[in-house]
């Protein structure tokens, strides 16, 4: 697509729940990021996919967090057993190839766990 | 891990001023970018400077390598041109990712 696309924008969940954040970045890109952005605050890295791989999930906060990405392109982060201080604007970003290209974040998905 | 500082942390100025945003990094890198996010919470990739200048428009960025900084500049700023400026950088060991700054928030009052 024309530029990177995240679902759902917003989303509320109770305590305790899953919940799945979407991705699908610009067509061709083979890099994607995934970040975190609490209220006021700077850019947390979570991730990153080069094609469908991971090479290092170090920034990932805890084990209840995971993301996998299918074909090269949609990608999903996945937030088990939700907790409050998982409440934040999750950023997806897509690159050329991986780093050496300026990057396009999408709008977000705004998480609030309650 | 690098450091990334920016400063100010926060300018107000009158429309039409012109105004310098500082990124100083604490390592090399190999990849710097400059971001606003706008009060909608946007992310806009403005410039990808890992050395040199480039201009866009009112916008222009110097990033020197060696010394390890880099500079933003904005002149004849517009109301539009508030929100927050981040610069990123990718650091030279190769990690694969950017690590961002804390920001400056920029607002422009007519």
């Known amino acids: 697509g024309a530029g990177v696309s995240q679902s759902p924008s917003n989303k509320v969940t109770e305590k305790g729940k899953d919940v799945e954040l979407r991705c699908d970045p610009i067509s061709g890109h083979t890099a994607l990021y995934w970040y975190r952005q609490s209220l006021g605050q700077g850019l947390e890295f979570l991730i990153y996919f080069q094609g469908n791989s991971a090479p290092d999930k170090s920034g990932l906060p805890s084990d209840r967090f995971s993301a996998e990405r299918t074909g090269g392109s949609v990608s999903t982060l996945t937030i088990q057993r939700t907790q409050q201080e998982d409440s934040a604007v999750y950023l997806c970003?897509?690159?050329?190839?991986?780093?050496?290209?300026?990057?396009?974040f999408g709008s977000g998905t705004r998480l609030t766990v309650v | 891990g690098i450091q990334v500082e920016q400063s100010p942390p926060d300018l107000i100025l009158q429309e039409g001023a012109n105004s310098t945003l500082r990124c100083n990094f604490s390592d090399s890198v190999n990849n710097l970018q400059w971001f606003h996010q706008n009060p909608w919470g946007q992310l806009i990739n403005l410039f990808y400077i890992p050395s040199g200048t480039k201009q866009n428009g009112r916008l222009s960025a110097t990033t020197v390598a060696t010394e390890r900084y880099s500079l933003l500049y904005i002149s004849s700023s517009q109301t539009t041109d508030s929100g927050v400026y981040f610069c990123?950088?990718?650091?030279?060991?190769?990690?694969?990712?950017?690590?961002f700054g804390t920001g400056t928030r920029l607002t422009v009052i007519p």
């Open positions: 970003a897509s690159s050329l190839v991986l780093a050496n290209y300026g990057y396009t």
């Open positions: 990123a950088v990718e650091p030279g060991t190769g990690a694969n990712n950017l690590f």
